[in-house]
């Protein structure tokens, strides 16, 4: 049995990564899509309790979060400004920009250069930076050519404006494509111990210690609560299926930085403690037999 509590400074317990090979964040993260309104879009139901788990957050230990200029839009960013500015000085700010968004649920890739550099500019002045740590190209804008789009925040990078450059939902080829332009300090495709189709992007970001985002990484519910296929072991470890995912995320690969994210105090803290678990070879065989991998 484990005995997981989220105690201050949990999140070290992670262990470390360093992103882009200068800035080490403890590998359990935080994703700030939650903590907006319903379907991405508007404010948060409860404002303070989202101005709370970002404070929450950065207590357990989290140097590392991530957002988008389209969580919201711009909400998400907004609230870690007025929750956590001035910043940590170990804390790392990821953001993405490559989506316009026209309401609740909808989403519209566009990668024109103009619009990439309006948005990182807005996410300055959203989070109160003057310079973006990481800055993920939201998607591959297929009616853009990719040099024009890594392009526009390769000027941007030269500007002083953003420190590393990112991808988000890419093949290997893609991958492969976007080095040949710029380096790459990060991928982040979806990804869970019951969703693995990203298998050959993270074993070529282990090759290359490019981190590896997996979001989503505890699937789309099915492994939360009694009925998760993970209950029966979680239990035998004394924690929740939830934080047996997580576990199993980190002990995948040392390139892996999950990124949960929740909109209540209590379930980031059920997160983060997942960072104090540890599983044996035996134990992730079992699980891997347990989701047919």
Same mark, same amino acid.
């Given at each position: 049995?484990?005995?997981?509590?989220?105690?201050?400074?949990?999140?070290?317990?992670?262990?470390?990564?360093?992103?882009?090979?200068?800035?080490?964040?403890?590998?359990?993260?935080?994703?700030?899509?939650?903590?907006?309104?319903?379907?991405?879009?508007?404010?948060?139901?409860?404002?303070?309790?989202?101005?709370?788990?970002?404070?929450?957050?950065?207590?357990?230990?989290?140097?590392?979060?991530?957002?988008?200029?389209?969580?919201?839009?711009?909400?998400?960013?907004?609230?870690?400004?007025?929750?956590?500015?001035?910043?940590?000085?170990?804390?790392?700010?990821?953001?993405?920009?490559?989506?316009?968004?026209? +309401? #609740?649920?909808?989403?519209?890739?566009?990668?024109?250069? =103009?619009?990439?550099?309006?948005? !990182?500019? /807005? %996410? @300055?002045?959203?989070?109160?930076?003057?310079?973006?740590?990481?800055?993920?190209?939201?998607?591959?804008?297929?009616?853009?050519?990719?040099?024009?789009?890594?392009?526009?925040?390769?000027?941007?990078?030269?500007?002083?404006?953003?420190?590393?450059?990112?991808?988000?939902?890419?093949?290997?080829?893609?991958?492969?494509?976007?080095?040949?332009?710029?380096?790459?300090?990060?991928?982040?495709?979806?990804?869970?111990?019951?969703?693995?189709?990203?298998?050959?992007?993270?074993?070529?970001?282990?090759?290359?210690?490019?981190?590896?985002?997996?979001?989503?990484?505890?699937?789309?519910?099915?492994?939360? +609560? #009694?009925?998760?296929?993970?209950?029966?072991?979680?239990? =035998?470890?004394?924690?929740?299926? !939830?934080? /047996? %995912? @997580?576990?199993?995320?980190?002990?995948?690969?040392?390139?892996?930085?999950?990124?949960?994210?929740?909109?209540?105090?209590?379930?980031?803290?059920?997160?983060?403690?997942?960072?104090?678990?540890?599983?044996?070879?035996?134990?992730?065989?079992?699980?891997?037999?347990?989701?047919?991998?």
């Amino acid at each position: 049995m484990t005995d997981v509590h989220a105690t201050p400074d949990i999140a070290e317990r992670s262990g470390t990564f360093a992103l882009g090979g200068d800035l080490p964040v403890h590998r359990l993260g935080f994703g700030a899509m939650r903590i907006v309104g319903e379907g991405v879009w508007g404010p948060p139901r409860d404002r303070d309790e989202a101005l709370a788990v970002l404070r929450r957050a950065v207590e357990l230990g989290i140097t590392f979060i991530d957002t988008a200029d389209s969580y919201g839009p711009q909400i998400s960013e907004q609230l870690i400004r007025e929750a956590l500015r001035p910043y940590p000085d170990d804390l790392v700010i990821g953001t993405k920009a490559g989506f316009a968004r026209t +309401g #609740p649920g909808r989403w519209h890739v566009l990668g024109r250069p =103009e619009y990439l550099k309006q948005q !990182v500019e /807005l %996410s @300055l002045r959203s989070l109160g930076l003057e310079r973006i740590d990481l800055l993920q190209l939201h998607r591959i804008d297929p009616g853009v050519p990719l040099a024009d789009q890594l392009g526009a925040l390769v000027e941007l990078r030269e500007e002083g404006k953003i420190r590393h450059i990112g991808l988000s939902e890419v093949t290997v080829d893609e991958l492969s494509a976007a080095r040949a332009i710029t380096p790459v300090a990060s991928v982040q495709n979806q990804y869970a111990p019951s969703f693995r189709q990203s298998e050959d992007v993270l074993e070529q970001c282990e090759k290359d210690g490019t981190a590896f985002l997996p979001w989503a990484p505890v699937g789309r519910g099915e492994l939360a +609560g #009694p009925e998760s296929p993970l209950a029966a072991v979680a239990a =035998e470890h004394g924690v929740t299926p !939830v934080q /047996l %995912s @997580l576990a199993w995320l980190l002990h995948r690969s040392p390139v892996m930085l999950p990124i949960p994210g929740t909109s209540r105090v209590a379930h980031l803290e059920e997160n983060t403690a997942a960072a104090a678990v540890r599983l044996s070879e035996e134990e992730t065989e079992r699980i891997d037999q347990l989701l047919g991998a």
